[in-house]
């Protein structure tokens, strides 16, 4: 029978960078056991989560250069390397976030049974694991000013954000030994939504059912989720919760370690098996899909991973997801020796480019001028066209546009903002002291499908701002928009809002919905902000002339 060692032995807990050491108690001897020193857990997690939100490993970066270095990318998909790297640089400084969405806080954590008792904080009788990294996260959140993106459920189907962006969510397992593993990691709603699984056929594994459906799921990755990407598969699992499970750990790299599955009958290896065939189709599919770092190219993927697990002969399940450009992980150990951390790059400068990169050919747009003659002279262009967009805009996400089309279905008017202005979906993070904005970038376009519609019909939102690609039916509708007098669709760079912030925002208030939080309507000041055509005003389609 095929041996299955423990899922812990399996975990790749020996980061590139190496670890350093804290200065934070490490458990301390009892006997023969060790003990949690008083607060060691919510302080290591308020510092890996701080970390996570404002610095990278340096192998994402170096991801990103070997993009901006290869001759064979294009000029668009060089021009996004090479902001992701200054993004980098400018959110190491401490002040502005990699990402306005800061992400759901997640840990992952192994700890060895020789470790005793709960994670005892000054005056209090003791925490449980969970609560003292929920504690450790929250003041992370509140130190750092980073987003409340959490909805909790209310009546009916109602929600509200109460701030601060809890729970934290905690899996903690306890596995022979003295030493406590664990990874934390940011989770943006972005690159979540990338996430599939499906109960495939067994029949799926024959060689050409199998490209082909995972050419499709690559294809249905599309750009919202901030490529370039990790992208990572699972093919098998003895439960549809197992092949999830195992895609998470594998998204973090923590299954970087596994071997490759056996080139004979042997049973003789793990059940949990890397596939190097499978991730280089993966690599070959991602290049040939024309998406590319976001703006068109070979490049929509820094690296593959997949992975193969035992499965019921009935059942096999496929698992897909990726890890976005701002990808936020961490690991971090506690042993008698003391309390580590993950080393993350803290000078991403040594990346850049020497000379600066252009995104070349780019008309500038002033934003200023009325609504309408904006729209056509945007909607005339080609799709795919470089901009430089200078002027104001408002931002309006989910939320707002579910009160925009409430208005519509009660037959009231609709704000004058929306036929004076772009839209652009964004909501930012908070702004630290002395500074005019937080980080600041696109949320995915699709998600806001379901209402651009019947706001193209009634003559507003005629000039939109995002990431990613939309449906058919908003692609026909920008079109009649177009046929009208003019509409377009405009996508700026997702996994800049650092760079964004910093260097691209001259000024930011709430004019409405002031109780949505971050999701609240502000007018925004931008100035030469990096964006191409992604739908013009006879409905062509960037990303459908991209794709195969």
């Given amino acids: 029978m095929p041996t299955t060692p423990p899922l812990h032995s399996l975990l ?21 056991l060790l003990r949690l020193e008083a607060g060691t857990l919510e302080a290591l997690a308020r510092e890996a989560f701080r970390e996570i939100a404002f610095l990278l490993p340096t192998r994402q970066l170096e991801g990103f250069a070997a993009v901006l270095a290869d001759p064979a990318a294009s000029e668009p998909e060089r021009f996004v390397a090479a902001s992701l790297l200054r993004n980098a640089a400018v959110a190491a400084e401490g002040v502005h976030p990699l990402c306005q969405d800061t992400g759901s806080a997640i840990v992952y954590g192994w700890r060895g049974e020789e470790i005793l008792g709960k994670a005892l904080g000054p005056g209090r009788p003791g925490l449980a694991d969970e609560e003292a990294l929920e504690a450790g996260r929250a003041r ?20 509200s954000n109460p701030g601060g962006n809890g729970p934290l969510l905690a899996q903690i397992a306890s596995v022979p ?44 990755l599309g750009v919202s989720g901030c490529p370039p990407y990790r992208i990572t598969c699972v093919l098998g699992g003895l439960s549809p919760e197992e092949s999830l499970h195992a895609l998470a750990l594998a998204g973090l790299g923590l299954l970087d370690g596994l071997g490759p599955e056996p080139k004979t009958g042997s049973h003789n290896f793990s059940a949990w098996a890397r ?85 070349e050919g780019a008309v500038k747009v002033d934003l200023d001028r009325p609504l309408s ?3 056509a002279q945007l909607g005339r262009l080609d799709a795919g066209t470089p901009l430089l967009l200078s002027g104001k805009v408002v931002t309006a996400r989910d939320r707002a546009h579910a009160r925009f089309a409430a208005l519509v279905r009660e037959g009231r008017a609709l704000p004058d903002y929306l036929y004076r202005h772009p839209v652009f979906y964004a909501g930012p993070t908070e702004a630290a002291p002395g500074q005019v ?19 193209l019909e009634l003559g507003a939102s005629l000039v939109s701002i995002a990431k990613g690609g939309r449906s058919g039916p908003v692609a026909e509708a920008l079109g009649r928009a177009g046929a009208k007098g003019g509409a377009a669709y405009l ?3 997702g996994g800049a809002a650092a760079l964004t912030g910093r260097d691209h925002i001259l000024s930011s208030t709430i004019i409405d919905h002031a109780d949505l939080g971050m999701e609240a309507v502000r007018l925004v000041e931008i100035r030469d902000l990096p964006a191409i055509v992604g739908i013009n005003g006879r409905g062509e389609d960037f990303y459908s002339r991209a794709k195969p």
């Avoid at 992370?140 to 929600?159: C, N």
């Avoid at 593993?181 to 109960?199: H, I, V, Y």
């Fill in 437 to 455: 904005s937080g980080s600041f970038g696109p949320t995915t376009a699709g998600r806001m499908d379901a209402f651009l519609p019947a706001l």
């Fill in 491 to 493: 996508c700026a760079i």
């Fill in 140 to 159: 992370a959140w509140k130190d750092s000013r980073l987003r409340a993106s959490t909805l909790l459920p209310g009546p009916g189907l109602g929600e």
């Fill in 275 to 359: 596939s190097p065939e499978l991730e280089g189709l993966l690599s070959r599919l991602a290049a040939s899909s024309g998406l590319g770092a976001q703006f068109g190219g070979s490049h929509l993927a820094l690296d593959t991973r997949a992975f193969r697990l035992p499965r019921h002969a009935a059942s096999l399940p496929l698992a897909c997801g990726v890890a976005c450009a701002a990808a936020r992980s961490t690991r971090a150990r506690i042993d008698e020796e003391g309390v580590w951390l993950e080393v993350l790059e803290t000078d991403p400068g040594r990346f850049l480019p020497k000379e600066e990169v252009l995104l």
């Fill in 373 to 375: 003659e904006l729209a």
């Fill in 12 to 32: 790749d807990f020996a980061p590139q960078g190496g670890y350093r050491r804290l200065d934070l108690p490490h458990p301390r001897k009892e006997g023969s």
């Fill in 177 to 220: 030994g003295r030493d406590y593993r664990l990874c934390f990691a940011a989770k943006g709603g972005g690159s979540a939504n990338r996430t599939s699984l499906s109960m495939e056929a067994p029949s799926l594994l024959d060689g050409q059912a199998l490209e082909k459906r995972l050419a499709a799921l690559v294809k249905g």
